[in-house]
């Protein structure tokens, strides 16, 4: 019913950027909070950076001053800036979406991942 496709992963070397997009698509009625989470090998799924619908973000300690969200409510598209990357900051970034349906039915959606490999 809802599906939420990221891109703009990839290699960078320490200290480069990478902008994330993540657009959700199917029967959307409204989209609460949006956010991006990360996932690096043999830890757990952490918080990065979320931001609501009247555009309120907050951040993780860790990104906060080089990362950036923002949204397009009007395309259902979330975005991550990440600027000054470091080799700490490799996982897997997964977008995550509050979406009432057009059944007025809401739930939490969430895309398929996308890798982020900084190099040192």
């Known amino acids: 019913q809802v599906q939420l496709v990221e891109s703009g992963g990839g290699l960078v070397q320490s200290g480069g950027s990478l902008r994330l997009s993540c657009a959700a698509s199917g029967s959307i009625f409204s989209i609460g909070a949006m956010g991006w989470y990360r996932q690096a090998p043999g830890k757990q799924r952490e918080l990065v950076a979320t931001?609501?619908?009247?555009?309120?973000?907050n951040y993780a300690d860790s990104v906060k001053g080089r990362f950036t969200i923002s949204r397009d409510n009007a395309l259902n598209t979330v975005y991550l800036q990440m600027n000054t990357l470091k080799p700490e900051d490799t996982a897997v970034y997964y977008c995550?979406?509050?979406?009432?349906?057009?059944?007025?039915?809401?739930?939490?959606?969430w895309g398929q991942g996308t890798q982020v490999t900084v190099s040192s």
């Open positions: 995550n979406a509050d979406v009432l349906l057009t059944t007025m039915i809401r739930i939490p959606s």
């Open positions: 931001i609501t619908s009247s555009d309120s973000t």
